[in-house]
C-alpha cells in the first residue's frame, strides 16, 4: 500500500509540475500582421495609434468600427478631416466607394495603406497595385522618399517584407509619386481628387510596432503621415476588427464553435441564473466601481523616452529631439529647415514671436548638435533646456502646439 501511494504522489507531482512548466512558460512572439491599434505585438499599430495625436496635433484619435458607408452617412463630421485606413487588405463596396469619393472631392483626406487594393478604386484614381513574381522578392529591397527634405541617406529597409508590391501610374497628370524603391518603382503616392487628396501606401508593415519603434525606421511612418495637414482624424478598426459588439467578439464566437466549451459555457450561465433565484435575495450585491479611462498616450511617449535616457542612448535621444522639432517648425510655420543660416534664424523669430537673440543661440545649439559625432548626457540637457525655453517664449496664441 505505501508502495503505491508513492507511485501516486510520483505522479501527481508529474503532472503538477507539467501544469507549472506550461502555464509559466513564456509565450511565443506572435509575428502575424494584425495591423489593429490595440495590439502590442511586433505587427500590430498600438505605438503609432498612441503617438499619433502628438503628430498630428489633436487632442484625441477618433477609432471607427463602422463600415466605411456607415461612417461617412451617419456621423456628423467636421467641415474637413483626415481619414486613415491601415490593414492587409483594404475591402471597399460598391456602395461605399461614390460616398468615400464624395468624402474626398468635398476637402477632405484619406490615407490609406494596405498590400491589396480594390480595383474600383484603383480605376477611378488612376493607378493599379502590382505584384511581382515570387523569384523576384528582395527582402533587402531599399525604400525611400522623393522630397529631399524628408530622404534618408541609404533609405529605408522593412525586410519582413518581400518587394514584391509597387503601384503603376496611369493617369500621371493628377498623381504625385511621395515614395519609391531602390527599383524606381512608386510604393507612395498623392492623388488630388476634387478639393480634397488620396494617399496611397502599399507597404502597411512600415507603421507597425516592429518599425516605429526600431531605430532605424521609426521615423519613417511619421514623415508619411506628416503629408497630412492637421485636422480631426479617424482611425479605421472595421477592415480588422469588425463592428464593436460583444457578440461579433473572436473570443466568444471560438467559445460558441467548439462542443466542449459551449457545453462549459451553458453551464456556467444556468450556475449563475440559479444562483441568482436562490442566493440573489439574501445578499446585497457589490456595486462595481468603475474608474474612468485615462489617456496613457502622454504616458507611452515618456516610458520610450525614459528608456532611452536610462539606457544611456543620449546622442540617439536627441538626435531625435532635434528631427521632431525641425519637423514641427517645417509643419507649423512652413519654413525650410535643410539649412539652419542666418536667413532661418531671422524667419524663425518673427514667425515665432521670440526675440532674435534667443532664436540666435536656440539655432546655435541645433547646428553645433547636427555637426557633433556623438552627444553627451550634458549636451542633451542643454539642447532640452533651450528647446523648453522656447517653447514658454511663444506667444500665447501658438504655445503648446510643439511637444516632445
Known amino acids: 500500500m505505501p508502495k503505491a501511494n508513492k507511485y501516486l504522489i ?5 503532472v503538477l509540475a507539467y501544469v507549472l512548466f506550461e502555464y509559466y512558460r513564456p509565450k511565443p512572439l506572435d509575428w502575424k500582421p494584425s495591423y489593429q491599434n490595440d495590439h502590442k505585438i511586433p505587427f500590430g499599430t498600438q505605438a503609432l495609434f498612441e ?8 487632442p484625441t484619435i477618433k477609432t471607427i468600427r463602422l463600415p466605411v458607408y456607415n461612417f461617412l452617412t451617419e456621423t456628423t463630421l467636421p467641415a474637413r478631416s483626415n481619414y486613415i485606413l491601415m490593414s492587409q487588405e483594404l475591402t471597399v463596396h460598391g456602395s461605399e466607394m461614390p460616398k468615400l469619393l464624395a468624402y474626398v472631392r468635398n476637402g477632405n483626406n484619406v490615407f490609406v495603406s494596405a498590400y491589396s487594393l480594390p480595383d474600383s478604386l484603383s480605376k477611378v484614381l488612376g493607378f493599379k497595385a502590382d505584384e511581382k513574381e515570387r523569384a523576384k522578392a528582395d527582402t533587402t529591397l531599399r525604400q525611400n522618399f522623393t522630397n529631399p527634405q524628408l530622404r534618408k541617406p541609404g533609405g529605408y529597409n522593412f525586410f519582413h517584407d518581400d518587394g514584391r508590391n509597387f503601384l503603376t501610374i496611369r493617369k500621371p497628370e493628377h498623381i504625385t509619386v511621395l515614395g519609391r524603391n531602390a527599383r ?22 512600415a507603421f507597425t510596432n516592429y518599425y516605429v519603434l526600431g531605430t532605424k525606421t521609426s521615423d519613417y511612418a511619421f514623415k508619411a503621415l506628416s503629408y497630412l ?8 478598426e472595421y477592415q480588422k476588427q469588425g463592428r464593436f459588439s460583444e457578440e461579433q467578439q473572436s473570443i466568444f464566437r471560438y467559445v460558441r464553435s467548439q462542443p466542449a466549451l459551449n457545453w462549459a459555457y451553458y453551464l456556467v450561465a444556468f450556475g449563475v441564473f440559479f444562483y441568482a433565484i436562490f442566493a440573489g435575495k439574501r445578499t446585497q450585491r457589490v456595486i462595481p466601481v468603475i474608474k474612468p479611462l485615462r489617456n496613457t498616450s502622454l504616458d507611452f511617449v515618456k516610458t520610450v523616452g525614459r528608456m532611452y535616457f536610462q539606457q544611456g542612448d543620449h ?3 536627441a538626435r531625435k529631439k532635434i528631427q521632431y522639432f525641425l ?4 509643419e507649423r510655420y512652413h519654413l525650410n529647415t535643410t539649412v539652419l543660416d542666418k536667413d ?16 540666435t543661440e536656440l539655432v546655435r545649439l541645433l547646428r553645433d548638435a547636427q555637426k557633433s559625432i556623438s552627444l553627451s548626457e550634458a549636451d542633451l540637457l542643454t539642447l532640452n533646456s533651450a528647446l523648453e525655453k522656447f517653447k514658454q517664449s511663444e506667444p500665447p496664441g501658438c504655445r503648446g502646439i510643439f511637444r516632445i
Open 10 to 14: 510520483l505522479l501527481l507531482a508529474t
Open 51 to 58: 503617438l499619433l495625436p502628438d503628430v498630428m496635433h489633436q
Open 184 to 205: 524606381n518603382e512608386a510604393v507612395f503616392i498623392r492623388i488630388q481628387y476634387g478639393k480634397g487628396q488620396f494617399f496611397i501606401h502599399n507597404l502597411p508593415l
Open 229 to 236: 495637414p492637421a485636422l480631426p482624424t479617424y482611425w479605421d
Open 315 to 317: 546622442d540617439n535621444l
Open 327 to 330: 519637423a514641427d517648425i517645417r
Open 344 to 359: 532661418f534664424t531671422e524667419a524663425l523669430a518673427h514667425k515665432s514671436g521670440i526675440p532674435t537673440e534667443e532664436a
